[in-house]
Antibody, heavy 122, light 113 residues
Framework: EVQLLESGGDLVQPGGSLRLSCAAS????????VSWVRQAPGTGLEWVSSIGTSGYSTYYSDSVKGRFTISRDNSKNTLYLQMNRLRAEDTARYYC???????????????WGQGTLVTVSS | DIVMTQSPASLAVSLGERATINCKSSRSVLNTSRNKNYLSWYQQKPGQPPKLLIY???TRESGVPDRFSGSGSGTDFTLTISSLQAEDVAVYYC?????????FGGGTKVEIK
């Protein structure tokens, strides 16, 4: 079964850091781009970042650029999101999502994890 | 940024009736060289992650019931549920992947009348 499983969400103080992980299984992880998408409580979906198959190509939303870093370890079938200088407005459930087409750095998302909750509050 | 505007924000439809959701992009998401619209639709039920329904504006994802269909090109798109079922109660989002930042519509909540 194709699956994504996020972890690492927590309560953190403003200005703090957190690293999210997303473990992939059931498909050849290294063949697909993957992304992070977040959803603040009671609101809609917001794209955060995407990464290509090798990890060299990355994109970020303006709201996280310079604070968040996306990376992947294809040997561990795992996607990461390093989140620094966290703000209250980063509070959200963070989903990792697999791209539909092999090799595409931007694409629709066909597989989503259940998400991990990040709360930024003092 | 490409702004995605969905309408209506909410929709109440009787069981078995048609539901139509519109999505307008602030600029074209059609790649003319590939003749593909970089537009997808998702369904999200409470407490669940989004589920892909449609990509390339009209290609139904595997396993999605054929009562769901997508249409449109350029800047104007539609998701149609031909005969609403109780399990279709959810929020629906359109999404453009033509250009970064990738953007989503604000969502349309579909309920039973």
């Amino acid at each position: 079964e194709v699956q994504l499983l996020e972890s690492g969400g927590d309560l953190v103080q403003p200005g703090g850091s957190l690293r999210l992980s997303c473990a992939a299984s059931g498909f050849t992880f290294s063949n697909y781009g993957v992304s992070w998408v977040r959803q603040a409580p009671g609101t809609g979906l917001e794209w955060v970042s995407s990464i290509g198959t090798s990890g060299y190509s990355t994109y970020y939303s303006d709201s996280v650029k310079g604070r968040f870093t996306i990376s992947r370890d294809n040997s561990k079938n795992t996607l990461y999101l390093q989140m620094n200088r966290l703000r209250a407005e980063d509070t959200a459930r963070y989903y990792c999502a697999k791209h539909v087409g092999a090799g595409l750095i931007v694409d629709a998302f066909d597989i989503w994890g259940q998400g991990t909750l990040v709360t930024v509050s003092s | 940024d490409i702004v995605m505007t969905q309408s209506p924000a909410s929709l109440a439809v009787s069981l078995g009736e048609r539901a139509t959701i519109n999505c307008k992009s602030s600029r074209s998401v059609l790649n003319t060289s590939r003749n593909k619209n970089y537009l997808s639709w998702y369904q999200q039920k409470p407490g669940q992650p989004p589920k892909l329904l449609i990509y390339w504006a009209s290609t139904r994802e595997s396993g999605v019931p054929d009562r769901f269909s997508g249409s449109g090109s350029g800047t104007d798109f539609t998701l149609t549920i031909s005969s609403l079922q109780a399990e279709d109660v959810a929020v629906y989002y359109c999404h453009q992947y033509y250009d970064t930042p990738l953007t989503f519509g604000g969502g349309t909540k579909v309920e039973i009348k």
